[in-house]
């Protein structure tokens, strides 16, 4: 006898937020509102729950409006991250509007007299046999939705859908386009005023005196704030700000600060600091292998910094001792845990609302930015206050995605097969948001006059997609093998969530010595992969690149190709990328060829513009991007001493979609990034004959990886 299937269950978010009407809303107007808890950032995630609402409630796509994210009325879900927008949000959307539906066609059929199962929606309008019909927004006022949703709903079948799987335009795009104010750094408010706030260049000082004078001559200053080390100017005007900014930073004084590593030895620093030491996975042989020889190699990355093409912003406005928050924080919910921390205030005192960033990615100085505004803001006197980093603040004092070290050593056999496996990663945490802890992780708290420690940042669990060892546990069929991560417990350098955490360096890791296997193999490198892989998805988006790149070119001088392959958290989107590379004076990636599966692809042309944009940011990663310091200073604080990849050197990207819309949806966001540095990394061994392990991959490495190999 078989077992009962199990009860439905709610998705996740749904179950976390179950009010419906937290979530749809029908106005007067003809219109569909529709609040998502996830917020965009870039990743067109508003356009794709637009369409899974449209196609669940039976109306035309321009009938939705999709509201901000906001601690006043919007779903909690947590933060917008590790691309999951479509597999939380979107599955808990597309439920709640098939109990919404439901509901509205069981009130219709009592009013129009019609069995239920007759009546058919046509953009609204609900319609049966005889000509009957009435509407959604006749019925609104009938149909309550302040109730929970149930886990009986039944959204619809793939083939019934119309909307999903179809490219539609972005619904975030025309404003763009057309210079209409969007992002939070083009909006105003009424009476704003503008601050800055003074900070230290030398890592780790602290503020110890502060001479006002100068500043408070300068005209337009409205106020200055000072509580503890914390301090920061308010003016009528950007310029005022800026010029009291510069007089109050002459009357400062300043502590030592903490010296910063050698970069030139971030292994080795990494190696020597305390950590707390986690094994993440094993694998034992049915029998004991015999190697005959054992590969050791190691791969590094420098700290990389978030960059985001505006500096963070914010606004804050008090009233009494209630307090609104504009901000790109990805997590408005977890932001505000934090400033009820620093501000000693309930939680429902803090509205935070979200408002587009011009880049966001990942734990940048949003939130940070967000409370400094609301501690300016304070001596505003009931006006908003405007807080705007320079590019200076941004490279200086938001965190890094974390420097690491990974060991990887691969026992090979007689035959040079894999018969054993061993991943060491050494790196700081990867996750420092807000929200997470008993203390805020936001900058500012920690220079008040009743400071609060920086947290030293950890990682997610695996069961989250883990953190420093994201995708470290191969996806391929070795016969043994053991994963352990180093966390560190110092921090001289402030790190936390960049795009992939340790993702991108685990794929490159892992695709490197592969290949490298592959070729003391002698073997071509995509059939070796293919020989380890069980997963038929993982195959098909393998073959699916190599295929659309016409793998393998006939081999050219000065041209190298390369592949690399993941899936994403191990499981998330599989992806496959081959980069074709001109080796001359320097390395330049002149096509990426990508196949990805994320299961049902909601919008195929936001998949692929995530897919592009997520492989040009690792190419910049790979070919440029390091976060530079001396001692006792970040020294990498403009475009020129940290350049990112420019318009002349974005290489042509292709990219297939392996469309399956029998599969939940999963994000595409982050799936690019391994794939496409372990792409390069190849290809530059293709073409150069030498293999570079320390990214970036710039002409002084590529010389002392040649002067190595001799």
């Known amino acids: 006898m078989s077992a009962p299937s199990p009860a439905p269950k709610l998705p996740v978010s749904l179950a976390a937020n179950p009010r419906l009407s937290s979530w749809v809303t029908f106005t007067g107007e003809g219109r569909v509102v529709i609040s998502p808890g996830k917020v965009e950032i870039g990743q067109g995630i508003v356009t794709a729950l637009a369409q ?129 104010p969007r992002f939070i750094h083009d909006s105003t408010l009424p009476g704003l005023l503008h601050g800055r706030v003074l900070r230290p260049d030398i890592s780790g000082a602290k503020l110890i005196a502060l001479d006002e004078a100068a500043a408070r ?33 002459k009357g400062a004084t300043w502590s030592a600060g903490e010296p910063l590593p050698d ?12 950590v707390e030491t986690t094994i993440i996975d094993t694998r034992t042989a049915d029998t004991t292998p015999k190697h005959a020889q054992t590969l050791r190699q190691q ?51 803090i509205v935070v609302e979200h408002m587009e960033g011009a880049g966001c990615y990942g734990h940048n100085a949003a ?20 807080v705007q980093w320079s590019r200076h603040d941004e490279m200086s004092h938001a965190p890094f995605g974390a420097a690491m070290a990974i060991e990887i050593e691969a026992d090979l056999d007689a035959d040079k097969e894999i018969v054993g496996w061993r991943h060491a990663i050494w790196s700081n945490g990867h996750a420092a948001r807000p929200g997470r802890a008993a203390q805020p992780a ?64 685990n794929v490159f890791a892992i695709e490197s010595l592969l290949d490298e ?65 001109e080796g001359t004076d320097d390395i330049r990636v002149t096509r990426l060829t990508l196949a990805v599966d994320v299961g049902e692809a909601i919008n195929p042309d936001g998949v692929i513009n995530q897919i592009e944009g997520g492989a040009i940011q690792a190419t910049s990663w790979v070919l440029k991007e390091r976060v530079r310091f001396d001692q006792t200073r970040i020294i990498s604080t403009s475009w020129t001493d940290y350049p990112i990849l420019t318009f002349s050197e974005v ?39 030498v293999r570079v392990r320390d990214l970036p991959i710039k002409r002084d490495r590529i010389i002392a990886a040649m002067e190595l190999a001799s």
């Open 367 to 386: 939130d940070d930015v967000a409370l400094d505004a609301v501690l300016l803001a304070k001596a505003a006197g009931g006006r908003p206050v405007r």
């Open 263 to 274: 970069e030139d030895d971030l292994a080795g620093f990494l190696k020597r600091q305390p």
């Open 442 to 505: 936001l900058l500012a708290a920690t220079e008040i006059a009743n400071p609060y420690p920086r947290m030293i940042s950890t990682n997610p669990p695996a069961a989250n997609g883990g953190g420093g060892d994201r995708n470290s546990v191969p996806l391929y069929d070795f016969p043994a093998w053991t994963i352990t991560s180093h966390r560190l417990l110092t921090m001289p350098v402030r790190t936390s969530a960049l795009r992939t955490l340790g993702g991108q360096s």
């Open 651 to 689: 290489p042509v990207v292709d990219v297939e979609i392996i469309q399956r819309p029998e599969i939940e949806p999963v994000g595409a966001g982050e799936a690019a990034h391994g794939p496409v540095t372990a792409a390069i990394a190849n290809a530059v061994y293709d073409c150069l004959g």
């Open 52 to 180: 899974i609402a449209a196609d669940e409630l039976d109306v035309d796509i321009v009938r939705i409006e999709m509201v901000r994210a906001s601690t006043a009325t919007s779903p909690n879900e947590g933060v917008t991250s590790g691309s999951l927008s479509i597999q939380q949000s979107g599955r808990a959307l597309r439920h709640a509007c098939a109990e919404v539906r439901r509901r509205f066609l069981v009130a219709a059929s009592e009013r129009l007299g019609v069995d239920a199962a007759l009546l058919g929606i046509d953009d609204g309008t609900i319609s049966g046999p005889g000509n009957v019909s009435t509407s959604y927004w006749e019925l609104a006022d009938d149909v309550s939705l302040d109730h929970d949703a149930t886990a009986d709903a039944i959204a619809k079948s793939v083939t019934q859908r119309g909307l999903a799987g179809q490219s539609v335009q972005r619904v975030d795009i025309p404003d763009k386009v057309f210079a209409r």
């Open 517 to 581: 296997i592959a070729a003391l193999r002698d073997e071509d490198p995509i059939a070796f992969r293919l020989r380890h892989l069980r997963d038929e998805r993982a195959k098909d988006v393998i073959l699916a690149a190599a295929r659309r790149a016409a793998w393998k070119p006939q081999k050219r001088s000065g041209i190298g190709h390369g592949i690399g392959f993941a899936r994403y958290k191990n499981t998330g989107a599989y992806c496959a990328a081959i980069a074709e590379i």
């Open 217 to 249: 001559a300068v005209p337009g200053l409205v106020a200055i704030a000072r509580d503890g080390g914390f301090a920061g100017v308010i003016a009528d005007t950007e310029a005022a700000a800026e010029a009291a900014l510069k007089a109050l930073r």
């Open 299 to 349: 791969y590094t990355r420098p700290y990389i910094a978030h960059a985001s093409i505006a500096p963070s912003c914010a606004m804050a406005r008090w009233n009494g001792d209630r307090v609104h928050v504009w901000t790109h924080s990805q997590g408005v919910y977890l932001l505000r845990a934090d400033l009820a921390i620093v501000l000693k205030l309930p939680v429902e005192n």
